[in-house]
């Protein structure tokens, strides 16, 4: 067995690459309580909406060992703005976790499960900016209740994309300098 998400253990050549409607079945299983899907290895239970920065719980979890294309996923349970508000306080470390849209159902043959949104971390440094996405899946209240409303899985993934075409602009740029020879 190969340790490849920072703490569980998967066989060697086993990717963890579940559906939406998978991952919504995984938080359904939690909230429920309902077992037959052990997760435990996998998806951890971590506070993402607190003081420890994205690149900090990448690497706590293992993320540095991941190959790329491959997410590190959690369980968290939202933090309210105010006790009775139902605005979603989204701070993370010093920065926050910025909605890129209003969420796409998740259904699975006609009925409506969950909700997935995509977040991206912002803190006012612009080589932070789009680096860090996350997907947030929650309960749709019909299925659960009132029983899934804290609790949502996310799903992180580190965008290299940008720090890419930053390395080949300063590249481009000492080329043209003639400080790089080409």
């Not at 947030?136 to 209740?145: P, V």
């Amino acid at each position: 067995m190969e340790d490849m998400d920072g703490g569980g253990s998967m066989m060697v050549g086993i990717r963890f690459k579940p559906s939406d409607a998978m991952l919504i079945g995984y938080l359904y299983s939690k909230v429920t309580g309902n077992g037959g899907l052990h997760h435990g290895e996998i998806i951890k239970e971590f506070d993402l909406y607190g003081e420890k920065e994205p690149g900090e719980i990448w690497e706590l979890f293992g993320g540095g060992n991941l190959q790329q294309g491959q997410d590190l996923h959690f369980f968290t349970q939202l933090k309210r703005k105010s006790q009775n508000g139902s605005r979603i306080n989204r701070s993370v470390g010093n920065g926050t976790r910025m909605s890129e849209d209003s969420g796409k159902p998740i259904t699975y043959s006609g009925l409506t499960l969950g909700l997935k949104k995509r977040l991206r971390y912002e803190n006012g440094m612009p080589r932070q900016v789009g680096r860090w996405i996350m997907h947030e899946y929650s309960l749709d209240t019909n299925l659960a209740g009132n029983n899934g409303l804290g609790y949502v899985l996310c799903r992180i993934r580190k965008n290299d994309r940008g720090e890419d075409k930053r390395r080949k602009l300063n590249t481009d740029t000492a080329t043209e300098l003639g400080l790089i020879a080409c």
